[in-house]
Protein backbone atom coordinates (compact mmCIF):
# COMPACT_ATOMS: atom_id res chain seq x y z
CA UNK A 1 0.00 0.00 0.00
CA UNK A 2 1.36 3.69 -1.19
CA UNK A 3 0.39 6.51 1.18
CA UNK A 4 -0.53 10.03 -0.59
CA UNK A 5 3.16 10.96 0.29
CA UNK A 6 4.82 8.59 -1.19
CA UNK A 7 5.56 5.99 1.60
CA UNK A 8 5.02 2.45 1.54
CA UNK A 9 3.15 0.18 4.26
CA UNK A 10 3.09 -3.12 4.64
CA UNK A 11 0.55 -4.99 5.91
CA UNK A 12 0.74 -6.88 9.24
CA UNK A 13 0.89 -10.49 9.05
CA UNK A 14 -2.12 -12.47 10.09
CA UNK A 15 -2.63 -12.90 14.05
CA UNK A 16 -3.48 -16.63 14.89
CA UNK A 17 -3.48 -17.70 18.42
CA UNK A 18 -4.97 -18.61 21.43
CA UNK A 19 -6.29 -15.94 24.65
CA UNK A 20 -6.49 -17.81 27.72
CA UNK A 21 -8.07 -15.90 31.02
CA UNK A 22 -8.29 -17.51 34.32
CA UNK A 23 -10.71 -16.19 37.14
CA UNK A 24 -11.50 -17.35 40.49
CA UNK A 25 -10.48 -21.11 41.73
CA UNK A 26 -7.87 -21.25 39.05
CA UNK A 27 -5.64 -24.70 39.61
CA UNK A 28 -2.68 -25.33 36.99
CA UNK A 29 -0.46 -29.19 37.05
CA UNK A 30 1.73 -30.39 35.22
CA UNK A 31 4.96 -32.07 35.21
CA UNK A 32 6.83 -35.11 33.62
CA UNK A 33 3.80 -37.45 32.75
CA UNK A 34 1.76 -34.12 31.12
CA UNK A 35 4.69 -32.64 29.24
CA UNK A 36 4.57 -37.08 27.91
CA UNK A 37 1.20 -36.16 26.48
CA UNK A 38 2.12 -32.93 24.97
CA UNK A 39 4.66 -34.94 23.04
CA UNK A 40 2.91 -37.43 21.41
CA UNK A 41 -0.35 -34.93 20.66
CA UNK A 42 2.95 -33.23 18.97
CA UNK A 43 4.19 -36.40 17.35
CA UNK A 44 0.24 -37.01 15.97
CA UNK A 45 -0.41 -33.99 14.08
CA UNK A 46 3.02 -33.17 13.44
CA UNK A 47 5.11 -36.21 12.95
CA UNK A 48 9.01 -35.99 12.77
CA UNK A 49 10.11 -36.91 8.93
CA UNK A 50 14.25 -36.60 9.25
CA UNK A 51 14.79 -34.56 6.31
CA UNK A 52 16.08 -31.14 6.31
CA UNK A 53 13.66 -28.63 6.87
CA UNK A 54 12.89 -26.10 3.51
CA UNK A 55 13.71 -22.01 4.27
CA UNK A 56 10.85 -20.10 4.36
CA UNK A 57 10.28 -17.58 1.20
CA UNK A 58 7.83 -14.88 2.09
CA UNK A 59 6.31 -13.28 -0.70
CA UNK A 60 4.02 -10.06 -0.81
CA UNK A 61 0.46 -10.51 -0.17
CA UNK A 62 -1.52 -10.07 -3.41
CA UNK A 63 -4.80 -8.89 -3.17
CA UNK A 64 -7.31 -11.37 -2.82
CA UNK A 65 -4.65 -14.06 -1.96
CA UNK A 66 -4.86 -15.67 1.24
CA UNK A 67 -2.21 -14.01 3.71
CA UNK A 68 0.62 -16.42 5.02
CA UNK A 69 1.08 -17.17 8.85
CA UNK A 70 4.27 -17.28 10.56
CA UNK A 71 3.69 -18.20 14.07
CA UNK A 72 0.97 -19.36 16.63
CA UNK A 73 1.02 -17.19 20.00
CA UNK A 74 -0.45 -18.74 23.03
CA UNK A 75 -1.46 -16.04 26.29
CA UNK A 76 -2.57 -17.39 29.42
CA UNK A 77 -3.04 -14.20 31.97
CA UNK A 78 -4.15 -15.13 35.32
CA UNK A 79 -6.90 -12.61 36.99
CA UNK A 80 -7.42 -13.64 40.41
CA UNK A 81 -5.09 -15.63 42.87
CA UNK A 82 -4.27 -18.98 41.67
CA UNK A 83 -2.12 -22.08 42.37
CA UNK A 84 0.16 -24.13 39.91
CA UNK A 85 1.80 -27.82 41.01
CA UNK A 86 4.57 -29.40 38.85
CA UNK A 87 3.85 -33.01 39.95
CA UNK A 88 6.13 -35.90 39.43
CA UNK A 89 6.73 -39.28 40.64
CA UNK A 90 9.66 -41.47 42.17
CA UNK A 91 9.82 -45.60 42.30
CA UNK A 92 10.08 -46.66 46.15
CA UNK A 93 10.26 -49.84 47.85
CA UNK A 94 7.17 -50.19 50.27
CA UNK A 95 6.80 -54.02 51.93
CA UNK A 96 8.30 -55.50 49.46
CA UNK A 97 6.75 -53.67 46.41
CA UNK A 98 7.79 -51.11 44.07
CA UNK A 99 4.84 -48.25 43.59
CA UNK A 100 5.04 -44.62 42.78
CA UNK A 101 5.56 -42.00 45.20
CA UNK A 102 4.15 -38.47 43.97
CA UNK A 103 6.28 -35.29 44.84
CA UNK A 104 5.47 -31.63 44.42
CA UNK A 105 6.14 -28.48 44.17
CA UNK A 106 3.52 -26.04 45.18
CA UNK A 107 3.04 -22.79 44.29
CA UNK A 108 0.77 -19.55 44.95
CA UNK A 109 0.45 -16.71 42.70
CA UNK A 110 -1.28 -13.40 42.65
CA UNK A 111 -3.13 -11.49 40.12
CA UNK A 112 -1.49 -10.18 37.40
CA UNK A 113 0.92 -13.79 36.65
CA UNK A 114 0.71 -14.43 33.16
CA UNK A 115 2.28 -17.01 30.35
CA UNK A 116 3.06 -16.61 27.00
CA UNK A 117 4.01 -19.26 23.98
CA UNK A 118 5.22 -18.39 20.61
CA UNK A 119 5.45 -21.43 17.92
CA UNK A 120 7.17 -20.35 14.62
CA UNK A 121 5.80 -21.74 11.61
CA UNK A 122 8.33 -20.25 8.99
CA UNK A 123 11.88 -21.81 9.20
CA UNK A 124 15.03 -19.49 8.54
CA UNK A 125 18.62 -20.39 7.32
CA UNK A 126 19.76 -21.50 10.43
CA UNK A 127 16.25 -23.01 12.03
CA UNK A 128 13.71 -21.80 13.95
CA UNK A 129 13.18 -20.74 17.76
CA UNK A 130 9.93 -21.31 20.03
CA UNK A 131 9.75 -18.86 22.61
CA UNK A 132 8.19 -18.97 26.01
CA UNK A 133 8.01 -15.86 29.19
CA UNK A 134 6.26 -15.14 31.92
CA UNK A 135 5.70 -13.46 35.03
CA UNK A 136 4.68 -14.89 38.70
CA UNK A 137 3.55 -12.23 41.05
CA UNK A 138 4.09 -12.55 45.16
CA UNK A 139 4.74 -16.29 44.69
CA UNK A 140 4.53 -18.20 47.31
CA UNK A 141 6.70 -21.81 46.45
CA UNK A 142 6.57 -25.07 49.04
CA UNK A 143 7.81 -28.97 48.58
CA UNK A 144 5.89 -31.50 49.43
CA UNK A 145 9.05 -32.33 51.96
CA UNK A 146 8.71 -32.87 55.61
CA UNK A 147 10.40 -29.29 55.52
CA UNK A 148 8.12 -27.20 53.26
CA UNK A 149 9.86 -23.80 52.77
CA UNK A 150 11.04 -23.63 49.00
CA UNK A 151 10.87 -19.78 47.76
CA UNK A 152 8.75 -16.92 48.07
CA UNK A 153 9.35 -14.00 45.70
CA UNK A 154 7.77 -10.11 44.73
CA UNK A 155 8.20 -11.31 41.11
CA UNK A 156 9.66 -14.22 39.49
CA UNK A 157 10.22 -13.47 35.61
CA UNK A 158 11.21 -16.85 33.67
CA UNK A 159 12.02 -16.83 29.78
CA UNK A 160 12.84 -19.65 27.95
CA UNK A 161 14.13 -19.98 23.75
CA UNK A 162 14.50 -22.96 21.94
CA UNK A 163 16.43 -23.35 19.24
CA UNK A 164 16.03 -25.69 16.59
CA UNK A 165 18.45 -26.61 13.65
CA UNK A 166 17.10 -26.99 10.17
CA UNK A 167 18.51 -30.60 10.18
CA UNK A 168 16.66 -32.90 12.81
CA UNK A 169 20.21 -34.49 14.55
CA UNK A 170 21.92 -31.05 14.37
CA UNK A 171 22.85 -29.38 17.92
CA UNK A 172 20.08 -27.75 19.85
CA UNK A 173 20.42 -25.04 22.34
CA UNK A 174 18.14 -24.05 25.01
CA UNK A 175 18.35 -20.83 26.75
CA UNK A 176 16.79 -20.87 30.31
CA UNK A 177 16.52 -17.32 32.28
CA UNK A 178 15.20 -16.64 35.42
CA UNK A 179 14.98 -13.11 37.16
CA UNK A 180 13.03 -12.71 40.70
CA UNK A 181 13.26 -9.59 43.00
CA UNK A 182 13.32 -9.83 46.61
CA UNK A 183 13.49 -13.21 46.59
CA UNK A 184 13.88 -15.70 49.81
CA UNK A 185 15.16 -19.24 48.75
CA UNK A 186 15.34 -22.15 51.37
CA UNK A 187 17.84 -24.38 50.72
CA UNK A 188 18.07 -27.96 51.48
CA UNK A 189 20.24 -31.21 51.23
CA UNK A 190 17.24 -33.15 50.24
CA UNK A 191 16.01 -30.95 47.69
CA UNK A 192 19.17 -32.01 45.60
CA UNK A 193 17.57 -35.59 45.51
CA UNK A 194 13.90 -34.09 44.88
CA UNK A 195 14.73 -32.16 42.37
CA UNK A 196 17.15 -35.09 41.03
CA UNK A 197 14.25 -37.25 41.12
CA UNK A 198 11.88 -34.80 39.23
CA UNK A 199 15.05 -34.38 36.28
CA UNK A 200 15.14 -38.31 36.31
CA UNK A 201 11.20 -37.99 35.66
CA UNK A 202 11.17 -35.60 33.28
CA UNK A 203 13.85 -37.13 31.08
CA UNK A 204 13.44 -39.57 28.52
CA UNK A 205 13.54 -43.53 30.10
CA UNK A 206 14.80 -44.69 26.75
CA UNK A 207 18.32 -46.32 26.32
CA UNK A 208 20.88 -44.09 24.54
CA UNK A 209 21.26 -44.67 21.09
CA UNK A 210 23.31 -43.70 18.22
CA UNK A 211 21.16 -43.46 15.83
CA UNK A 212 18.47 -41.26 17.21
CA UNK A 213 20.85 -39.04 19.29
CA UNK A 214 20.33 -35.52 19.45
CA UNK A 215 22.98 -33.06 21.00
CA UNK A 216 21.87 -29.81 22.83
CA UNK A 217 23.36 -27.45 25.47
CA UNK A 218 21.22 -26.04 28.21
CA UNK A 219 22.31 -22.57 29.18
CA UNK A 220 21.14 -21.56 32.13
CA UNK A 221 20.95 -17.70 33.83
CA UNK A 222 19.61 -17.40 37.42
CA UNK A 223 19.63 -13.61 38.41
CA UNK A 224 17.95 -12.24 41.79
CA UNK A 225 17.92 -8.74 43.09
CA UNK A 226 17.87 -8.44 46.69
CA UNK A 227 17.82 -11.89 47.73
CA UNK A 228 18.21 -14.05 50.92
CA UNK A 229 19.53 -17.46 50.55
CA UNK A 230 18.64 -19.61 54.02
CA UNK A 231 20.15 -22.93 54.61
CA UNK A 232 20.27 -25.31 57.71
CA UNK A 233 23.12 -25.99 59.71
CA UNK A 234 21.89 -28.38 62.76
CA UNK A 235 24.65 -30.49 64.08
CA UNK A 236 23.90 -34.45 62.96
CA UNK A 237 22.31 -33.18 60.44
CA UNK A 238 19.07 -33.20 61.81
CA UNK A 239 15.85 -30.69 60.77
CA UNK A 240 12.86 -29.56 63.10
CA UNK A 241 9.96 -29.18 60.95
CA UNK A 242 7.68 -29.01 63.71
CA UNK A 243 8.78 -26.13 65.53
CA UNK A 244 11.35 -24.22 63.33
CA UNK A 245 14.04 -24.16 66.31
CA UNK A 246 16.82 -25.02 63.41
CA UNK A 247 20.69 -23.07 63.11
CA UNK A 248 20.90 -21.25 60.04
CA UNK A 249 23.45 -19.93 57.84
CA UNK A 250 22.09 -17.23 55.22
CA UNK A 251 23.70 -15.22 52.31
CA UNK A 252 21.63 -12.33 51.73
CA UNK A 253 22.67 -9.37 49.15
CA UNK A 254 21.56 -6.89 46.53
CA UNK A 255 22.68 -8.99 43.16
CA UNK A 256 22.86 -12.71 42.67
CA UNK A 257 24.24 -13.81 39.47
CA UNK A 258 24.20 -17.64 38.67
CA UNK A 259 25.89 -19.03 35.10
CA UNK A 260 26.34 -22.60 33.97
CA UNK A 261 25.82 -24.68 30.93
CA UNK A 262 24.61 -28.00 30.96
CA UNK A 263 26.59 -29.85 27.92
CA UNK A 264 25.11 -33.04 26.15
CA UNK A 265 26.78 -32.31 22.70
CA UNK A 266 28.79 -35.79 22.95
CA UNK A 267 27.58 -39.40 22.56
CA UNK A 268 28.25 -41.51 25.81
CA UNK A 269 31.18 -39.29 26.72
CA UNK A 270 33.87 -40.48 29.32
CA UNK A 271 33.92 -37.20 30.97
CA UNK A 272 31.81 -33.90 31.26
CA UNK A 273 32.77 -30.70 32.28
CA UNK A 274 30.95 -28.15 34.13
CA UNK A 275 31.24 -24.77 34.84
CA UNK A 276 29.64 -22.70 37.43
CA UNK A 277 30.04 -18.85 37.50
CA UNK A 278 28.51 -16.89 40.57
CA UNK A 279 28.62 -13.31 40.87
CA UNK A 280 27.32 -11.37 44.33
CA UNK A 281 27.69 -7.69 44.89
CA UNK A 282 26.76 -6.52 48.71
CA UNK A 283 26.78 -9.85 50.07
CA UNK A 284 26.00 -10.35 53.58
CA UNK A 285 26.64 -13.98 55.54
CA UNK A 286 24.11 -13.61 58.50
CA UNK A 287 23.71 -16.67 60.97
CA UNK A 288 21.19 -17.70 63.22
CA UNK A 289 21.13 -19.55 66.75
CA UNK A 290 17.46 -21.14 68.06
CA UNK A 291 16.41 -19.94 71.40
CA UNK A 292 17.60 -23.16 72.51
CA UNK A 293 21.32 -23.03 71.70
CA UNK A 294 23.88 -22.12 75.10
CA UNK A 295 25.44 -19.39 72.25
CA UNK A 296 22.37 -17.60 71.12
CA UNK A 297 22.05 -15.00 73.93
CA UNK A 298 26.09 -14.25 74.03
CA UNK A 299 26.16 -13.55 69.94
CA UNK A 300 23.47 -11.53 70.02
CA UNK A 301 24.61 -9.41 73.05
CA UNK A 302 28.18 -9.55 71.46
CA UNK A 303 26.85 -8.19 68.19
CA UNK A 304 24.45 -4.97 69.51
CA UNK A 305 27.04 -4.01 72.36
CA UNK A 306 30.56 -4.29 70.80
CA UNK A 307 32.83 -1.70 70.64
CA UNK A 308 34.53 -1.87 67.15
CA UNK A 309 37.83 0.29 66.47
CA UNK A 310 40.00 1.26 63.61
CA UNK A 311 43.65 0.86 63.87
CA UNK A 312 44.05 4.59 64.85
CA UNK A 313 41.48 3.86 67.70
CA UNK A 314 38.79 5.62 65.81
CA UNK A 315 34.94 4.10 66.05
CA UNK A 316 34.05 1.67 63.28
CA UNK A 317 30.48 1.77 62.07
CA UNK A 318 28.84 -1.59 62.38
CA UNK A 319 27.14 -3.29 59.19
CA UNK A 320 24.76 -1.09 57.78
CA UNK A 321 21.04 -2.20 58.87
CA UNK A 322 19.34 -0.23 55.79
CA UNK A 323 18.58 -3.48 53.77
CA UNK A 324 16.01 -5.39 52.81
CA UNK A 325 15.15 -8.55 54.26
CA UNK A 326 12.15 -10.20 55.02
CA UNK A 327 13.31 -13.60 56.79
CA UNK A 328 16.98 -12.74 58.17
CA UNK A 329 15.97 -9.77 60.37
CA UNK A 330 18.19 -8.30 62.92
CA UNK A 331 15.23 -8.01 65.32
CA UNK A 332 14.13 -11.79 64.87
CA UNK A 333 18.23 -12.68 66.57
CA UNK A 334 20.05 -12.77 63.44
CA UNK A 335 23.41 -11.40 63.35
CA UNK A 336 25.37 -10.18 60.27
CA UNK A 337 29.44 -11.99 60.10
CA UNK A 338 30.83 -11.05 56.77
CA UNK A 339 30.22 -8.09 54.55
CA UNK A 340 31.75 -8.69 50.72
CA UNK A 341 31.30 -5.66 48.49
CA UNK A 342 31.48 -7.67 45.43
CA UNK A 343 32.48 -11.34 45.24
CA UNK A 344 33.32 -14.22 41.45
CA UNK A 345 32.84 -17.63 42.42
CA UNK A 346 34.01 -19.92 39.64
CA UNK A 347 33.13 -23.72 40.01
CA UNK A 348 34.68 -26.16 37.64
CA UNK A 349 33.17 -29.62 38.03
CA UNK A 350 34.88 -32.47 35.69
CA UNK A 351 32.92 -36.19 36.51
CA UNK A 352 32.62 -39.55 34.47
CA UNK A 353 28.47 -40.11 33.36
CA UNK A 354 27.44 -43.31 34.15
CA UNK A 355 24.52 -43.89 31.50
CA UNK A 356 21.63 -46.10 31.98
CA UNK A 357 22.28 -49.89 30.94
CA UNK A 358 20.38 -51.04 27.67
CA UNK A 359 18.94 -54.28 27.01
CA UNK A 360 20.73 -57.23 27.69
CA UNK A 361 23.06 -58.37 26.06
CA UNK A 362 23.28 -56.09 23.11
CA UNK A 363 24.39 -52.97 24.59
CA UNK A 364 26.31 -53.77 27.03
CA UNK A 365 28.58 -56.29 25.55
CA UNK A 366 31.47 -55.84 23.07
CA UNK A 367 31.45 -58.08 20.21
CA UNK A 368 34.66 -60.26 21.21
CA UNK A 369 32.91 -60.65 24.46
CA UNK A 370 29.98 -61.78 22.32
CA UNK A 371 31.59 -64.17 20.23
CA UNK A 372 33.41 -65.52 23.23
CA UNK A 373 29.84 -66.52 24.98
CA UNK A 374 28.34 -67.73 21.74
CA UNK A 375 31.44 -70.57 21.36
CA UNK A 376 31.63 -71.15 24.99
CA UNK A 377 29.37 -74.53 24.79
CA UNK A 378 31.89 -75.57 22.20
CA UNK A 379 35.38 -74.84 23.71
CA UNK A 380 37.04 -77.40 26.04
CA UNK A 381 36.45 -77.08 29.80
CA UNK A 382 38.64 -75.35 31.94
CA UNK A 383 38.72 -72.82 29.44
CA UNK A 384 39.54 -69.02 30.91
CA UNK A 385 36.52 -66.81 31.98
CA UNK A 386 35.72 -63.85 29.89
CA UNK A 387 35.53 -60.10 31.23
CA UNK A 388 31.92 -59.94 31.39
CA UNK A 389 31.83 -63.61 33.91
CA UNK A 390 35.03 -61.76 36.06
CA UNK A 391 32.81 -58.49 35.98
CA UNK A 392 29.28 -60.65 36.46
CA UNK A 393 30.86 -62.30 39.34
CA UNK A 394 32.51 -59.44 41.37
CA UNK A 395 30.61 -58.53 44.57
CA UNK A 396 29.78 -55.39 46.09
CA UNK A 397 33.28 -56.02 49.23
CA UNK A 398 35.88 -56.79 46.36
CA UNK A 399 35.11 -53.46 44.28
CA UNK A 400 38.01 -51.80 45.03
CA UNK A 401 36.53 -47.59 44.04
CA UNK A 402 40.35 -46.33 44.05
CA UNK A 403 40.69 -48.25 40.69
CA UNK A 404 38.29 -45.89 38.99
CA UNK A 405 39.39 -42.21 37.92
CA UNK A 406 38.30 -40.01 40.53
CA UNK A 407 36.02 -36.90 39.59
CA UNK A 408 37.62 -33.24 39.90
CA UNK A 409 36.18 -30.03 41.80
CA UNK A 410 38.17 -26.77 41.36
CA UNK A 411 36.77 -23.74 43.41
CA UNK A 412 37.78 -20.24 43.07
CA UNK A 413 36.60 -17.68 44.89
CA UNK A 414 37.73 -14.01 44.30
CA UNK A 415 37.19 -10.88 46.63
CA UNK A 416 37.89 -7.69 44.67
CA UNK A 417 36.99 -5.23 47.01
CA UNK A 418 37.73 -4.67 51.09
CA UNK A 419 35.60 -6.89 53.51
CA UNK A 420 34.77 -6.83 56.67
CA UNK A 421 34.62 -9.69 59.11
CA UNK A 422 32.97 -10.72 62.36
CA UNK A 423 34.53 -14.13 63.49
CA UNK A 424 32.90 -16.01 65.78
CA UNK A 425 32.77 -19.76 66.54
CA UNK A 426 29.57 -20.33 66.26
CA UNK A 427 30.44 -19.81 62.75
CA UNK A 428 32.77 -22.58 62.20
CA UNK A 429 31.06 -24.87 63.92
CA UNK A 430 27.79 -23.86 61.87
CA UNK A 431 30.19 -24.24 58.56
CA UNK A 432 31.21 -27.48 59.75
CA UNK A 433 27.63 -28.80 60.30
CA UNK A 434 26.71 -27.45 56.64
CA UNK A 435 29.54 -29.68 55.14
CA UNK A 436 28.30 -32.49 56.84
CA UNK A 437 24.51 -31.78 55.99
Same mark, same amino acid.
Given at each position: ??????????????????????????????????????????????????????????????????????????????????????????????????????????????????????????????? @??? $???? !????? #?? &? *??????? +??????????????????????????????????????? @??? $???? !????? #?? &? *??????? +???????????????????????????????????????????????????????????????????????????????????????????????????????????????????????????????????????????????????????????????????????????????????????????????????????????????????????????????????
Amino acid at each position: MRLPNGDEVTAPTPVWGLDIQCEKGTNLSYGPWADRQREQLFLFFFPQDYQTMKVFIFIASVPGEIRQVQQFDVRLNILAEATVDILFSKLIMRDGKQENQTNAVHMNVQRGSYFEMTLPWTVSDDG @YVT $KING !QFLHV #DA &S *SSLNYRN +LLEAETLDYRVNVHYPRVWNHHQTWDLEFNGCKATYHFL @YAH $KEFF !QDMIE #DW &S *SRVPPDL +LHFVPYSWNFIIRMQEFELITLANGYNWVDCEHQANAHIAFCGELFDLRFTLPFTDFLPETVLLKFIIVGENVDLSLFLPPTNTSSNIITALSRNARLIEKEDRPKHSFSSEKWRKFCKLSSGWVDCWHVPELQLSISYTYHPVPPVGPSPQANVSTPEKEELLLSPIRAPHRKKSPMEIINNLTPEQFDPTSVTADCINVDLRITKPSEIKLYGSVLRMFINLKVS
